[in-house]
């Protein structure tokens, strides 16, 4: 595509709890009057258009969670610099302000009543990304384990041929493809229109674990090297982190599931 787009979801007092969203827009005539503030926006910077949540108010009434499309250079919106992140230092990440900014009501993004709806299904799609992305960084910090480990010799021979590193490769492989599997599951039947809550959330949860795991013993595997930042192992370890954290913590992931589990039990 021609332009790139950053989503606004998450607020100072509002990560987990996306229901307790402070943004508001107020209704005032044929626009709204939009205040607040949004935290780790990824892609804030270079975006030409902004997706943000925020709590419709009618006559004083709040009418609940909905969704807005608008421009970045919007007159009342403001950006923070970079945040200055462990990890993922490629991707622009920034806090977004709003002050008094008028939008129309066209700005509303599909039906007013189920914004709330709307974004906790792009929520569910994006945790399959998310999975893809921890398949994609424990399997790159493995196949430089795993190449070092051929390379590195100690006691005459290949660190590989000792017990303690081949079994840790064995574990990162194993690991490694039972999250391909689950990502891949996912993904098949999301594409196919299949509800998919409960296994994106397992995709999510146990590819995201997995590459802190991964990228955790692949740095042991080189040894003093793995904390260099020449052999990418640092690197990977460091991107790793935030898998457990954004679009669904860990914990919320585990919550998701056993809400669905639960569901599944009560129609047997």
Known sequence: GKKIGAFGL????????????????????????????????????????????????????????????????????SLNPPEKKMGWCGSDTRSVFFKDMHIPKSAVLGNPSKGFKQFLKTLTGGRITIGALGLGTAQGAFIRALSYSKERKAFGKPINEFQGISFKLSDMATQIEASRHLVYHAAWKKDRGFPVIREAAMAKLFSSETAMKVTTEAIQVLGGYGYIKEYDVERFFRDAKILEIGEGTSEVQRMIIARELIKMVKKI
């Open 10 to 77: 998450t607020e100072p007092n509002a990560g987990s709890d996306a229901g307790n969203t402070q943004t508001r827009a107020v209704l005032n005539g044929d626009e709204y009057v939009v205040n607040g503030e949004k935290a780790f926006c990824t892609n804030a910077g270079e975006a030409s258009v902004i997706i943000f949540t925020a709590i419709i108010e009618e006559d004083g009434k709040e009418k609940g969670i909905s969704a807005f499309v608008i421009n970045a250079d919007t007159e009342g919106m």
